[in-house]
């Protein structure tokens, strides 16, 4: 019998998702090997039974969004989390720096009793993750490969050097020397430095290095003459649940 | 006591459409008590999150509202975020927003179209089924779908959170062997576009009319108004796009959860349908010619015929972007406009406090972004009203004219829930943009 996978969405864009859909005719090859049972945005069939992978894309964000990636992870072998949203908060973390009433009057004004809300979380910071698929958006051959991994039962993980290094193999220009500040430093590579190379900088989506070259990055700043809060605060776009830790 | 003059429908989990929604339908002994599309999307908070953030980031933190109109939101922040800083971009970086736009709209349609329409239309619950059934179908909207990937991952990085838009241009400019490779992978495309229109022509639309008032940008010039125009009404009313709030009229309803919008009539549509019922004249002539072929003359009053409006509007994206591309080609890019102006650490542009809105036709219709900023360029109040959101009151109007007309037909419970499905995914929600202001309840 073929892996029967799923997949699955919390608090994100979906854009992770359209990464999967925008394999092309990839996709189908990917296909023939497992047995896709749910999908709600592209299929009408669901499922409620065991699942030999589960693909969980977004952040935790709602009582009731607990309750379902618990039941979600009871009922699966596997759990890979794929978007920075689901990996490490993402950009719905951003909302975890504001007093959570405050945040929500200024949305929903009058009417912000009806929205309920919790702590942004990322997925392993409530139940347990097997692999990572990190960025925001999701780098289509890096999701390939988890997959593979997956479904030959192989550990995979992330790379855990920085985007620097991939920037440099790529031979683009330092963003520090054209007069802008870049987290390329501090952030975990695996994406071929996609942003730099397109004359952006990058913003952090795939999350810190595991252990981040501090007094490194502390040097270039200190070269460049870059303000620490500028780069703390650039840091909290993607990284600001990175501190709560596993309470739920 | 006949079923089918009794019952209740409550859909949770809409599929195939982007993002969360339920629908909600309550009829008694034939009598349509209540009805009403839900949206159960976790809130995310885009407009406070982004309060205290610089202007230079609200386009990367907005396209994330969503992932399928990425580059929507990125054009409607940008327009927004320069309007309120006084930055006027260059006629090269407006032309090439076109492009970008057009690419959006088709790439949009085309999922549309395939993956979530062409299943109730090909009678089956999803294009798995297909992959056995009509191979060919969909290994074509697979094709599609990668091409006009292709060609956005040349232009500006990838579809999906576009790279290099930023306020003031592009941080990279495609180089000649990129346009080249665009124009091919777009001109590739006509083959498959061709095989489009004949399926569609092959497919049977439910036939249901209900006229309503159509919202989509105007102009007077003789350009199919996307990027830029005021906003126009069925009705004949125009404004400025800076008095949106005069054309969208936010309101509660009591026995809805969803904050509706109005104009003149009692609801409004956005989208596709409305663009070409407005401005059909000033299309591309090879989507008035698609609109011949689909039997399609404004106004349209199917709202099932927006999928088909769609496609006349793929047409004339695809012949469109070609044209843009090919006369790039010919005169060449600047491209000393690239820069990257990072959070503008260097003050290479320089602010002011203001407040600017941007008025955007982006897949589901007319996309407003407002942000005000502070002498800084620090953000200290946004405002998105996103397109599903105006159609939700329409939607509604709509099932509550469809339910007892199939009522009457004596069509079953099952029939009339799927009938309502395809009626809503015909809109082609996007219910994670919505999400972030409308009032959420979940059913239970």
């Known amino acids: ?248 | 006591m006949n079923d089918t003059r009794s019952f209740s429908l409550n859909v949770e989990y809409l599929t195939r459409v982007e993002g969360h929604g339920n629908i909600v339908v309550n009829v008694r002994t034939g009598m349509l008590e209540e009805c009403r599309l839900e949206i159960v999307e976790a809130p995310r908070f885009f407009e406070g999150m982004l309060k205290g953030r610089t202007i230079f980031e609200a386009q990367h933190i907005t396209s994330r509202i969503c992932g399928i109109c990425a580059c929507g939101h990125t054009l409607a922040s940008l327009q927004a975020a320069e309007a309120a800083i006084g930055l006027t971009p260059s006629p090269q970086t407006l032309r090439l927003r076109e492009l970008l736009l057009h690419l959006e709209n088709l790439d949009s349609h085309l999922l549309h179209i395939y993956l979530l329409a062409a299943p109730d239309l090909l009678g089956v619950p999803s294009f798995a089924p297909l992959i056995t059934s009509h191979e060919a179908v969909v290994r074509r909207a697979l094709r599609m779908k990668k091409a006009v990937n292709e060609v956005c991952d040349r232009f500006v990085g990838r579809h999906v959170h576009p790279i290099t838009t930023v306020i003031g241009g592009f941080t990279r400019l495609p180089r000649p062997a990129d346009l080249e490779a665009m124009a091919n992978l777009l001109e590739g495309l006509r083959p498959d576009m061709n095989a489009t229109l004949d399926l569609l022509a092959s497919l049977d639309f439910p036939t249901f009319e209900r006229p309503t008032e159509y919202v989509a940008l105007v102009s007077d010039g003789a350009t199919y108004p996307l990027l830029q125009g005021d906003i126009g009404s069925s009705t004949g009313a125009r404004l400025p796009k800076t008095e949106y709030r005069r054309a969208t009229n936010e309101f509660i309803v009591p026995h809805s959860t969803a904050k509706h919008t109005k104009w003149n009539g009692p609801s409004y549509a956005v989208g596709a349908r409305a663009r070409f019922n407005l401005n059909h004249a000033k299309l591309h002539p090879a989507a008035r010619q698609a609109a011949e072929t689909l039997g399609l003359k404004p106004p349209i009053h199917n709202p099932f015929l927006n999928t088909a409006a769609q496609f006349v509007e793929c047409v004339h994206g695809l012949e469109e972007s070609i044209r843009i591309v090919r006369e790039f080609q010919v005169q060449g890019l600047d491209y000393g406009e690239e820069f990257t102006p990072g959070v503008n650490e260097q003050n290479r542009i320089p602010v002011h406090a203001g407040s600017g809105v941007g008025a955007v036709e982006v897949p589901r219709g007319i996309l407003y972004h407002h942000y005000e900023v502070d002498e800084r360029g620090i953000i200290r109040r946004v405002n998105c009203i996103i397109p599903t959101g105006q159609n939700l009151n329409n939607i509604e109007q709509d099932m509550r004219a469809l339910v007892p007309t199939l009522v009457a037909e004596g069509r079953t419970p099952e029939e009339i829930q799927h009938r309502l499905e395809m009626l809503v995914r015909a809109y082609d929600p996007c219910i994670s943009c919505s999400a972030h202001f409308l009032k959420v309840q979940c059913v239970g």
């Open chain 1, 1 to 248: 019998m073929k892996p029967r996978i799923a997949f699955f969405d919390f608090a994100c864009c979906e854009g992770c998702q359209l990464q999967v859909a925008n394999l092309g005719e990839a996709l189908l090859d990917v296909l023939k090997l497992v047995e896709v049972v749910e999908f709600r945005e592209v299929m009408s069939e669901k499922w409620q039974g065991p699942l030999d992978i589960a693909v969980v894309e977004g952040s935790i964000t709602t009582k009731e969004a607990v309750e379902r990636i618990e039941k979600i992870r009871a009922r699966s072998r596997i759990l890979i989390a794929y978007g920075s949203c689901a990996t490490i908060g993402g950009v719905n973390g951003m909302k975890n720096r504001f007093p959570l009433d405050e945040i929500r009057r200024t949305v929903y004004g009058e009417h912000a009793h009806d929205f309920p809300t919790i702590a942004t979380r990322p997925v392993d910071q409530v139940v347990k993750v097997d692999y990572y698929v990190h960025g925001c958006p999701i780098w289509p051959p890096e999701f390939i490969e988890v997959l593979q991994s997956a479904l030959r039962g192989l550990p995979r993980f992330p790379p855990d050097h920085a985007v620097c290094v991939e920037c440099k193999l790529n031979e683009n220009v330092c963003l520090y020397d054209k007069g802008v500040t870049c987290l390329g430093p501090v952030t975990r590579a695996g994406c071929n430095s996609w942003c730099t190379n397109n004359g952006n900088i990058c913003y952090g989506c795939r999350g810190l290095v595991s252990n981040p070259n501090t007094k490194g990055a502390m040097d270039v700043l200190a070269r460049y003459r870059v303000p620490l809060e500028l780069v703390l605060n650039k840091m909290a776009m993607y990284n600001a649940c990175r501190e709560q830790g596993k309470t739920p």
